[in-house]
């Protein structure tokens, strides 16, 4: 094996680049998805029955489909119409759409939020009625019980589930690397791989990234797990 050539200023200056490509779609798809999988949640809960079904079926078909489906869909799909390509030089929001980073980050987004939405409505479902009934005791109305109790109950209670979330996203932002001019991890050893003929050194190197980047998110939802559920583990006990 020829560690040596990884740490050759160009193939580290390209990994580093990999790095916070990978982040940065990383970060912008939970961010993006976040908040439209809160949407969702509420949909999913609230009292209209036609709204419950267009998400439940949005929330269905992104996951019983794979994400490098998505992906291609959205990049070679959506962003190969004649009609997007015809107006991505100067209609909003089509103009996006020949950004490979955008159509990535579309992608994620998407599928994160079909996850993120089901387990944040469990968790609004399962909300104590205690809790509940405490709130409407004050005389809260029910906009004010879901937004000052049962959301920010239900958002502690999902941590754990989310930060599993949050794992896979970082992992599955390796797919990223089937879009052309993505220069991702897994891109930069594939790069590396063409250029020296190493693929273990060059694939070996990517896994000890996500690896690292794993271990390090797991490690900060730990942390806030702690500090926000820490009065579920005095309630048990």
Known sequence: MNWAVLFEPQNLALFGHGIVTTLSLLFASLAVGGVMALVFALLLTGPWAPLRWVVGAYTYVIRGTPLLIQVYLIYYGLGQLEWIQARWDTVWPWT??????????????????????????????????????????????????????????????????????????????????????????????????????????????????????????????????????????????
């Open 96 to 237: 996006h759409f020949k950004e490979p980073f955008f159509c990535a980050l579309l992608a994620f987004a998407l599928n994160t939020a079909g996850y993120t939405a089901e387990m944040l409505a469990g968790a609004i479902r399962e909300t104590s009625a205690g809790e509940i009934e405490a709130a409407q005791a004050f005389g809260m109305s029910r906009l004010q019980v879901m937004f000052r109790v049962v959301l920010p109950s239900a958002l502690r209670r999902t941590l754990p589930a989310y930060s599993n979330e949050v794992v896979m996203m970082l992992q599955s932002t390796s797919l990223a690397s089937a879009v052309p001019s993505m220069l991702d991890v897994t891109a930069a050893a594939s790069r590396i791989y063409s250029d020296y003929y190493l693929p273990f050194e060059a694939y070996l190197a990517a896994a000890a990234i996500y690896l690292v980047a794993s271990f390090c998110l797991i490690g900060l939802f730990k942390l806030a797990e702690r500090h926000l559920l820490a009065y579920l583990a005095v309630r048990q006990s």
